[in-house]
């Protein structure tokens, strides 16, 4: 297993849907592995395989359950179904979230409070989550990720701006970007 490099806003794979995986093989059951190692280490709740530079539908996830208990997965060629948004604007104490494609910043983003994803595991069985609050806000923030979309986009006029001033500032929105944990002083 590795600690991979995470690519930053700017970077062609983060900007294009990922192509669905067609055979679950031990180099993606490697990719996986370096995954999970990647999001520890950075540490992240999440981590989609394009913000590890593979433009692959797969995505992992590592968060608290209700009790406490350690609630973590993988899906590979995930569908999402989510309840309507709340209208209204997002709340920044409860509704800020950050990306560990775009380090160290946080922003108010409403989220739909309920999901249900499917997809596969690594033995190609089936796997169904249904879940709300925080981890429903995780599952989609990754699966964006994975048609090329991040939380950055999702964001108001006046917060958008401010994204591009600090990309701007950070050297970030072009091609070859990236930060590695454990290496990078970078605070995610």
Request: net charge negative; with cysteine; glycine share 10%.
């Amino acid at each position: 297993m590795a600690v991979l490099p995470i690519r930053i806003m700017g970077d062609p794979v983060l900007h294009a849907p990922a192509s669905r995986v067609e055979e679950i093989t031990d180099d993606i059951r490697s990719l996986v592995a370096d995954m999970f190692e990647t999001m520890d280490a950075a540490p992240g709740v999440g981590l989609a395989a394009p913000q590890v530079g593979v433009g692959l539908r797969i995505f992992t996830y590592s968060y608290p359950d209700d009790d406490g208990a350690p609630w973590r997965g993988v899906i590979v060629n995930p569908e999402l179904w989510m309840r309507p948004l709340d209208p209204g604007e997002p709340d920044p104490d409860d509704e800020s979230e950050g990306c560990l494609s775009f380090p160290g910043e946080r922003f108010p983003l409403r989220r739909s409070d309920a999901v249900l994803v499917a997809g596969t595991d690594l033995e190609g069985e089936e796997v169904r989550v249904e879940v709300d609050g925080w981890r429903a806000r995780i599952l989609q923030h990754e699966f964006d990720h994975l048609d090329g979309v991040l939380y950055v986009d999702r964001l108001a006029d006046s917060d958008w701006k401010t994204v591009q001033k600090i990309a701007r500032k950070r050297g970030w929105g072009r091609p070859g970007q990236a930060w590695t944990p454990g290496v990078d002083d970078i605070e995610a």
